[in-house]
C-alpha cells in the first residue's frame, strides 16, 4: 500500500521524528495511514497495527492508573 498524498500535522510529524531520533516506538491511536505512510517512506514493510477494543483500552488505562498511583 503507498500512501501518496498523505497530510499531517506539523506537530505529528515532529512526534514521528523525535520517536526514530530516539529509537522508541510512538504509539498512536487513529492513525494507520501514518503508519503506512511512515513505512512507505523508509521501506520498513507493512507497519505493526493493534487493533484494540474499548475493554482492552480500558484495561489498559485502568493498569496505568494503578502503576501512576
Avoid at 497530510?7 to 492513525?31: E, F, H, M, R, Y
Amino acid at each position: 500500500m503507498h500512501i501518496v498524498n498523505y497530510v499531517s500535522s506539523p506537530a505529528l510529524l515532529d512526534a514521528v521524528n523525535v520517536a526514530i531520533a530516539l529509537g522508541q516506538p510512538l504509539l498512536l491511536t487513529g492513525k494507520t495511514q501514518l503508519a503506512w505512510y511512515v513505512a512507505d517512506c523508509f521501506s520498513l514493510g507493512e507497519p505493526l497495527v493493534f487493533n484494540a477494543q474499548t475493554t482492552t483500552l480500558n484495561s489498559r488505562q485502568n493498569y496505568a492508573k494503578s502503576i501512576a498511583r
